[in-house]
């Protein structure tokens, strides 16, 4: 491990242990699905939401669920954890083989803007154009193939 993510593993863990802003109340109602991890795909423009990890790679901001969450409410929270966005979680898109579920998510006036500072988990987050996928390392490979295509799928669709 370089000296650089050393120091922000443990810079950020001491925060970490601090204590932070609890997440937004799950503003989601309806049937709760369940799944071991959850995320949103919110497009705007024509880019996707990404986070970059701390290794370096990117994927749609999501993680593990709580005990007694739904998939639902995980993707929000753990959006809200990485990116600072409280967006509002609508329809199931995709099951990954890992049990990912991901959500179509979108922002309004109330979601606010990309303000986290890289935490524990990611370096950033940042809206991503399908044309630069192949720039970047995907934490899931072939997963930007199926990101590309729901993307293509999405545009136009009433949210």
Known sequence: MNKQLLLSVILN???????????????????????????????????????????????????????????????????????????????????????????NCERDEASGEIHRLPGMEVRQAFYLHPDDFDQWEWRYPGQEQVLRDLITSTEGAAP
């Open 13 to 103: 863990a001491s925060l970490a242990a601090c204590g932070g802003p609890d997440a937004p109340p799950c503003g989601f109602s309806g049937e709760p699905d369940t799944a071991p991890s959850a995320g949103c795909f919110s497009v705007i423009d024509q880019r996707l939401l990404v986070v970059q990890s701390l290794g370096g790679q990117i994927s749609p901001p999501g993680g593990l669920n709580r005990a007694g969450e739904s998939a639902q409410c995980t993707a929000a929270r753990e959006t809200w954890e990485e990116t600072g966005l409280d967006l509002r979680v609508g329809r199931k898109l995709a099951r990954f083989a890992t049990g990912f579920l991901l959500y």
